[in-house]
Every structure is written in structure tokens, then in C-alpha cells.
């Protein structure tokens, strides 16, 4: 193709034509915009992104490589970033990418916790990343950093409205900051960075990617492939047994089932490795598997005939591991984004997706069917619908606990070890360049972070590195925002071969049976938080699945009430109607006031369990009533409730999620680091997170309607 006569055949001709989205692509980038690329799994995004981006790279290096220019290409580094949400996807894009970047004489190197180290001495020009990986980079090698030409942001939706998500945003921000110093000194010969965003599942693409960089431009790709749903009742493994035995007639060879949880994963694999039709061909993956057995379990599903991957989020994302035949889902996941994700993993090299669904309640049963619909209308005339489930409802622009592991990240990097608070403080701003907290909550969190040791006064107003900070970096927890970061991990070694074989979270005691990788484990020897295994058939029987920890994220309100409507409960009109179901109690007589606190009330808000509670605790405290439950869909109260308007103002709810933060905090992934600031700040937080206008908008002057039940 005459536009892009470098990467053409090295990356985008093997496609035969070029996919909606990479023909769209071309022009923007070549000439050098910012993107962002929305389009559906399978449709060669990476590869729309990188051509255009690469062949601008390599014109830039064929021009300073001749003339005045050439004096500018003596020092060695990264000229391209692509940025991954996981290590098994960096390891994924590394192979995809390995042959056309080598045909085009492009370096290339991955660098994630699962991977040697960089040599400094030979930094690639494409380096393959994670964020936590590329803030240790920014940290220990800055300026291996300070030609950066070009970032790739690889499945950015699942990073937005996350701690993860606003350290990458000022990561890039230490980017900007690296590369303009660069300029200065006349290390490089523009501070210019080129920025493309992918994903398969965004809403409003272009708003979400201005929260990265300025001025993106939104392309984004019609249609989905038609989906092939089954939805199934699971109530035993016998039910499983019997669907997996009509696979063969199905001319189903390959199978990725996803579970909730990590115990789900490694039982399911247990109860099924040895039956028909996959025998031994059973494999699990999920994060308390060391990097080794997660590569080698993603290259044995990819190479084999048949066989059926359990898994947990750690394979929803671009990872190619050979076309899958069909999507179990054994329950659904919390959010439509991550159920699209589930999806898009399924027969990515034919039109058509097929899944099963099972289910084991009728609320499971009903969220599927939601989560079906949407993603039809996601490609239909009903797209709208569907976007509602992929928006965020927190109102919090931005999670003050990144500054906590920021700052700390950010001392690593200077000079001499010391910290201007004040010079710090201008990483903290949108790519606009509008402040993303103000100067005096910036100044509460510094001084906590003096008070808790976390920092020492230094020359001047420079700080100097503390006791705290030391144990941060002593522990390798320094660079990330991952709540599951591993510390507190009971480390499995095999005893045949010395090699880790995965983590528990606390030791187990000799002679304890577990299962880990699907198959059962003893516990044979232990040395501190280390634990000698041993692979044992005979206590196959007794084994059982650890039971690690999972944050339980509560279902969104838009999606609560999308639940509840297909569920057939009553549901709330925002600032309408509040419906009530009122049970009679014996004797009522309504024209009574004696009989008022007979019966019971359910009152139906369907937005979730956050403001189930508040609202319960504002009818308590302003009404009286008392509420004998609360959940996402409705509050239980004693007594029959009058119909009336629920007239709270807006600093009354204030005043009430102030008072009752602590008990809502666990509810908001407010980051790793929240325990670390200053109370006021954490208080703060959690009220904008709470999102208090949006509370407003729903309940406040409904109108409570009652519905008489015999």
C-alpha cells in the first residue's frame, strides 16, 4: 500500500483487505493525531494502531539518520511504548508481534514482573509493558524513557475509574515530564509523544481517552459477531458432566469456561480432569499461579487439539490462544464490560460467537439475560441501553491515595533522592492541565505522609526518604496500585523440581492436602512463608480448593435496576416514584392510627446496595421508620409507610455520608493506598465517591406508593 510502504506487508497483509478499522486509522495517525480505536475483538486493532504509527516511526529514523539530524541518534532507548493490562497479554502482543517488528528491523523487549530484566546497555526500540513495570522504568531508568516517540494503551477501558488507572494517567504524565527535559538539553528533537488507545468495550471512547491525552480522535468500528447463546441451569456437576459429553456432536474441540473465583476454577478442573471428552486436558489459570505455569498453561491451551481452560478474569483479555470453540460461562461476572470481554475470546477467527451460560439461581439466570441483551443491542438500534451498563456512577474524578504511591515512586526517580513537594504537585494534572486535586488537599496529604514516616525533612523544602518508604520499597509494593499484590502469599514450591509453583494466603501446616493448578497437593515440608509441596494422587479425594480472598464488586446501579426490571420487580422512577409493596398485619385498620406499625413495607429504590443503605438510614433518621433490612433492591421496613414525599436536601445526605464514611469505604476501590492518607482527605474520598448529586437525582422528592398485598 503506497501510505504505508515500510509496515504494510509486515503487518497488516497477511489480513488479505484491510478491517474497517485499520483502513479508517491510516490517515489520522500517519499524520501523527491521537486516537482512540474502539471495534470489536478480532478485528486488528493492534495492528491498525501500529502500522501507521510504526511507518511515521520509521520515516523520523530514516531522516536522523542522515544529515545534521545524526548527531541525535548516538544515545539508546525506547522510541515506542504498548502499554498491557496483564502480563499474560504482554506475553501475548511479544509473540503476535515478534515476526513483523524483526522483518521491519525494529527491536523489541517485554519488560513485567514475569520477565528478565532490561539490559540497559541495549534497550529496544518497542518495549512491551504493564504499568506497574513501566513506573519501576520511569523510576530506576528514566532516561532509557527520553525519546519516546509513540504509546499504545492496549484494552484502556478496563484501567478507567481505578487506582490503576490514575497512576497510569500520571505515569504518562512523568513521560510528558521526562521527554520535554530531554528537549532542553538537546537529547532529542521534539517532546512530541503520539498516543492510541484500544478497546472492544468503551463508552464515549473519546471522553474516556481525554482523561490520557489531549485532543483524541474517536474511530470506532460498527458491528459485532453474531452470538450463539445457550442458557443453562447448573445444579450439580452431573449438569456439566452432560452438557461437556455433547460437545463431540457440537464439533466442539476447545473450551474456555470462566469462573468468579479462583476455588471455583480449581474445582471445577478437579471434578472434570479425567472424563470424556477432554481427559487429562484440563487446565486452570488465575493470578495465584506463578507466571511460569500461567505461560506454560497458555501455550499448552493454545497448541492443543482439544481441551478446556478454567479460568478467572486473568484470560478475559486480546490473549490469542488458538480459536476457541465455545464460552462457558459458569456464573456472571459483575459488569457487562467484563462479560463483552468474555465474549470476545470466543471463535475470533469466524463470524459467529457461541457460549453457554449456566446458571445456578434465578438472579444469576436473570442478570444473563440482561447481560445477553445488551450486548445485541450493543450492535443494534438499542446502543444507548447498552452504554448505560459500560458508564461509571462514581462521582470521584480521581483517587487522592495515587498520590500516596506516587510520590513515593516519583523520589526513587529524582536526582539526589529528595522530593519538592511543589514540583511534584504539577504531575497531578489532567492532560488539559487542569489540577485533578487542589493544592491544599495536595499540601493535608504531604504533611500525613511527613507525620506517618513515609518522609524526612531534607534540604530546604525538599524530603528525603523515611522509614516507611523503605519498607515500601523493601517489600517490592512500591510501584503498584493491585490490591492482590501478593505480600502477605504463602509462596508453593514443588519438591520434585524447586520451581514455584503458585501462592497460597497464609502457610499451610505439613500434611495439609490443597488443590493448585487443578491437581491435589501435600504440604510436605515449611520454611517461613514458604511451602514445600508435593503432587499427590492418593489425597486426591481429600483435597480442596484454597479459599483466596475475592473483592466482591457490587453491581452498578444502572445495572441493578436493569436487574430488577427483568426480574419483575417494582422500580423506582428517578425523582418520581418510589414504589411500596405493604403487607397487611392482622387486625390493620388503615383509618386507625393504633394499627399504623402493623405489617411490614418493602420499599423498592433498585440502585444498589450503597444507596439502599443511606436511603434506609435517611428514612430512619427523618421518618422514623424503622428498617429491618436493606439491600440493592429494596429496604425491608416494620409497619406500613405512609405515602408522602421523601424531602431530604442535599446537606442533609451530605451530612449523613460524612458521618457514616467508614461503613461505605470497603464498598469503593479507592485504591491500595487509601489507609495511608490523612482522615480528612480519605473522608472526602468516599463522599465523592458515594456521588451524592447523582443520590439526589434518584430519591430526593419521590413520591412513596403504596401497594396493598393480602
Request: proline share 5%.
Amino acid at each position: 500500500m503506497d501510505r504505508l510502504p515500510h509496515t504494510f506487508d509486515a503487518l497488516l497483509a497477511r489480513f488479505g483487505r484491510l478491517t474497517e478499522i485499520q483502513a479508517r486509522a491510516i490517515e489520522p495517525l500517519l499524520a501523527g493525531r491521537n486516537c482512540v480505536l474502539a471495534a470489536a475483538t478480532a478485528s486488528g486493532k493492534t495492528e491498525a494502531a501500529l502500522a501507521p504509527m510504526l511507518e511515521r516511526y520509521l520515516r523520523q529514523r530514516l531522516k536522523e539518520n542522515s544529515g545534521r539530524a545524526a548527531k541525535h541518534t548516538r544515545g539508546t532507548g525506547v522510541r515506542v511504548l504498548y502499554l498491557v493490562p496483564t502480563r499474560a497479554l504482554a506475553r501475548d502482543v511479544a509473540r503476535r508481534l515478534a515476526e513483523p517488528l524483526s522483518k521491519l528491523a525494529i527491536s523489541m523487549a517485554v519488560k513485567t514482573g514475569d520477565e528478565p530484566a532490561l539490559k540497559p546497555s541495549r534497550p529496544p526500540e518497542f518495549l512491551i509493558t504493564t504499568p506497574e513495570s513501566l513506573d519501576s522504568l520511569l523510576a530506576n531508568r528514566p532516561r532509557l524513557l527520553s525519546d519516546v516517540r509513540a504509546v499504545v494503551l492496549d484494552e484502556l477501558h478496563l484501567y478507567d475509574h481505578t487506582a490503576r488507572g490514575d497512576q497510569l494517567r500520571i505515569l504518562l504524565n512523568r513521560l510528558r515530564r521526562i521527554r520535554a527535559f530531554a528537549l532542553s538539553r538537546g537529547d532529542a528533537l521534539s517532546d512530541e509523544v503520539q498516543f492510541c488507545a484500544l478497546s472492544a468495550t468503551m463508552y464515549d471512547a473519546a471522553g474516556l481517552a481525554s482523561r490520557y491525552f489531549v485532543n483524541p480522535v474517536s474511530i470506532q468500528a460498527e458491528g459485532r459477531r453474531a452470538l450463539d447463546a445457550e442458557l443453562l441451569p447448573l445444579s450439580n456437576s452431573t449438569s456439566l458432566r452432560e452438557f461437556l459429553a455433547t460437545l463431540r456432536q457440537r464439533e466442539c474441540k476447545k473450551v474456555l469456561a470462566f469462573c468468579q473465583r479462583r476455588a471455583e476454577c480449581e474445582e471445577w478442573a478437579h471434578l472434570l480432569r479425567g472424563s470424556l471428552p477432554f481427559g487429562d486436558d484440563v487446565l486452570v489459570h488465575h493470578a495465584s499461579l506463578s507466571g511460569r505455569v500461567r505461560h506454560a498453561v497458555e501455550e499448552k491451551f493454545a497448541r492443543a487439539g482439544a481441551a478446556l481452560c478454567f479460568a478467572t478474569q486473568t484470560l478475559e483479555l486480546g490473549i490469542d490462544i488458538g480459536d476457541v470453540d465455545l464460552i462457558l460461562l459458569i456464573g456472571p461476572p459483575d459488569n457487562f464490560s467484563s462479560f463483552l470481554q468474555r465474549l470476545g475470546r470466543g471463535n475470533r477467527r469466524t463470524a459467529r460467537t457461541a457460549v453457554a451460560c449456566f446458571y445456578r439461581t434465578p438472579t444469576e439466570q436473570a442478570l444473563f439475560r440482561v447481560f445477553l441483551r445488551a450486548a445485541r443491542n450493543s450492535s443494534g438500534m438499542d446502543k444507548a441501553a447498552a452504554g448505560t451498563l459500560l458508564r461509571s456512577d462514581s462521582g470521584l474524578a480521581f483517587r487522592p491515595s495515587v498520590v500516596v504511591q506516587q510520590l513515593c515512586s516519583y523520589l526513587k526517580q529524582t536526582r539526589n533522592g529528595e522530593l519538592e513537594p511543589a514540583h511534584a504537585y504539577q504531575l497531578f494534572v489532567s492532560p488539559q492541565g487542569k489540577p485533578l486535586l487542589d493544592e491544599r488537599q495536595y499540601m493535608q496529604i504531604v504533611d500525613h505522609l511527613i507525620e506517618t514516616g513515609f518522609f524526612l525533612p531534607a534540604r530546604g523544602t525538599a524530603l528525603r526518604p523515611g522509614p516507611q518508604w523503605h519498607k515500601l520499597y523493601e517489600e517490592r509494593t512500591l510501584y503498584s496500585n493491585l490490591a492482590d499484590n501478593g505480600r502477605e502469599a504463602a509462596v508453593v514450591i514443588d519438591d520434585m523440581t524447586g520451581r514455584r509453583v503458585g501462592y497460597l494466603e497464609s502457610v499451610a501446616p505439613t500434611g495439609t492436602t490443597f488443590l493448585l493448578g487443578g491437581q491435589a497437593r501435600r504440604v510436605v515440608w515449611t520454611q517461613g512463608r514458604r511451602l514445600l509441596s508435593h503432587a499427590s494422587t492418593d489425597d486426591a479425594e481429600e483435597a480442596r480448593a484454597p479459599r483466596w480472598r475475592t473483592r466482591w464488586q457490587g453491581l452498578s446501579p444502572a445495572l441493578t435496576q436493569a436487574l430488577a426490571r427483568e426480574l419483575g420487580l417494582p422500580c423506582a422512577v428517578a425523582g418520581a416514584e418510589l414504589p411500596m409493596l405493604v403487607e397487611r398485619g392482622e387486625g390493620l385498620d388503615e383509618s386507625d392510627p393504633e394499627t399504623v406499625t402493623a405489617g411490614r413495607t418493602l420499599l423498592f429504590h433498585c440502585a444498589g446496595g450503597i444507596y439502599g443503605k443511606l436511603l434506609g438510614e435517611l428514612l430512619e433518621t427523618k421518618q422514623g421508620v424503622r428498617i429491618v433490612e436493606c439491600n440493592e433492591f429494596l429496604i425491608e421496613a416494620q409497619g406500613c409507610l405512609p405515602e408522602t414525599m421523601l424531602l431530604f436536601t442535599e446537606a442533609e445526605t451530605l451530612s449523613l455520608v460524612s458521618r457514616r464514611w467508614r461503613q461505605f469505604e470497603r464498598a469503593f476501590a479507592l485504591g491500595r493506598f487509601q489507609p495511608q492518607l490523612p482522615p480528612a482527605v480519605r473522608r472526602a474520598s468516599v463522599i465523592a465517591a458515594f456521588n451524592v448529586p447523582d443520590f439526589q437525582r434518584r430519591f430526593a422528592g419521590c413520591k412513596l406508593s403504596r401497594h396493598m398485598v393480602e
